[in-house]
């Protein structure tokens, strides 16, 4: 884990990229009472898989590489979604993680938002980052936010103050998880989930050296909440991560054992089943089922690996078939 690179200026020229090819990516542009941009990447314009790929890099905050493939194993959705990052700590847990909570009531306008992307580590809001022991100082900053509707001025006016910045330099990235750019930056979480998971069971931080996830991608839905289930099942039920860790035989084994999602007792139907199941309240469903399906943890202390859970192809498919 390096804790002198700064995620902010490593994801600028991505930013910038991302709003100079705005035509070609099918996004649409705006700015906020004070100059910022906001990137509309699936609201008003169709955006694509491009897009979700580039805004994948951005969560990673410069520190991940994201990647399209598409495979002949699996006919039905040969489509998949491969990411990689040298430094998995600082790129998923300080940027990628969407873990800064943006909500405004004014009357019966309410606006509920998760933040992502490196102005996390900008803000310092969570107490994620006392583990972490990672802090960035940058004069600009993006937030990747997962809906369908403009933030409200108050909502900016909150991310700069808490960032340190001048609303000049600030650029939104909104992307509505039913959107090409939403399903691609959401599965391309894939090693992000497992990386939370690794550090919710209490796994050390800074044992992670590399690590490499893929996922398949889930045709667009119809609407906010079949996404959401396709996503989280291309993960849960599709993805694998494979870690490379430094520590004993013992050690990688246990971390391979617990990792993958077939470990919940809410594993085995689809998201949005268990969803509906808990009457739509995220936090009661079992932490354990978000998770990659499979797991491959690669110890480089004696070069041996260990892997477990399994891929649920036909979960998968009637998954996106809803």
Not at 183 to 188: A, E, I, K, R, S
Not at 290 to 299: E, G, L
Request: with cysteine.
């Amino acid at each position: 884990m390096n804790s002198s690179v700064s995620i902010n200026k490593l994801v600028k020229p991505l930013v910038e990229k991302l709003l100079e090819d705005a035509t070609y990516l099918n996004l649409g542009i705006d700015s906020t009472e004070g100059g910022g941009k906001i990137i509309d990447a699936g609201i008003n314009y169709d955006g694509c898989l491009e897009s979700g790929r580039l805004i994948t890099e951005i969560c990673m905050g410069g520190l991940g590489r994201a990647s399209l493939n598409m495979s002949s194993s699996d006919k039905e959705w040969p489509v998949s979604i491969q990411v990689h990052s040298t430094d998995p700590v600082i790129s998923c847990l300080a940027s990628q993680y969407a873990g800064w909570s943006l909500s405004f009531v004014k009357e019966e306008d309410n606006f509920n938002a998760l933040g992502s992307g490196p102005c996390r580590a900008l803000a310092q809001k969570e107490e994620l980052f006392k583990d972490l022991n990672y802090q960035d100082k940058f004069f600009s900053t993006v937030v990747v936010m997962e809906v369908d509707r403009k933030p409200p001025q108050e909502i900016i006016d909150k991310i700069t103050e808490d960032c340190g910045i001048s609303e000049k330099n600030l650029t939104v990235i909104l992307t509505p998880t039913k959107s090409l750019s939403g399903t691609v930056q959401v599965v391309g979480r894939v090693l992000e989930v497992g990386m939370h998971k690794l550090h919710e069971i209490g796994f050390p931080l800074d044992k992670v050296i590399d690590g490499f996830g893929s996922a398949p991608l889930p045709p667009p839905a119809p609407d906010f909440l079949i996404g959401m289930g396709r996503t989280n099942d291309a993960i849960l039920y599709g993805g694998t991560v494979h870690l490379y860790v430094d520590v004993e035989d013992d050690e990688a084994y246990e971390l391979a054992k617990r990792l993958p999602s077939c470990t919940s007792s809410d594993y085995g139907k689809p998201f949005a089943d268990v969803f509906k199941e808990y009457k739509y309240d995220f936090y009661k469903i079992d932490k354990l089922l978000f998770s990659p399906a499979k797991v491959i943890v690669s110890t480089l202390k004696t070069g041996k690996t260990f892997v477990e859970g399994k891929l649920d192809n036909d979960l998968v498919t009637k998954s996106f078939n809803k």
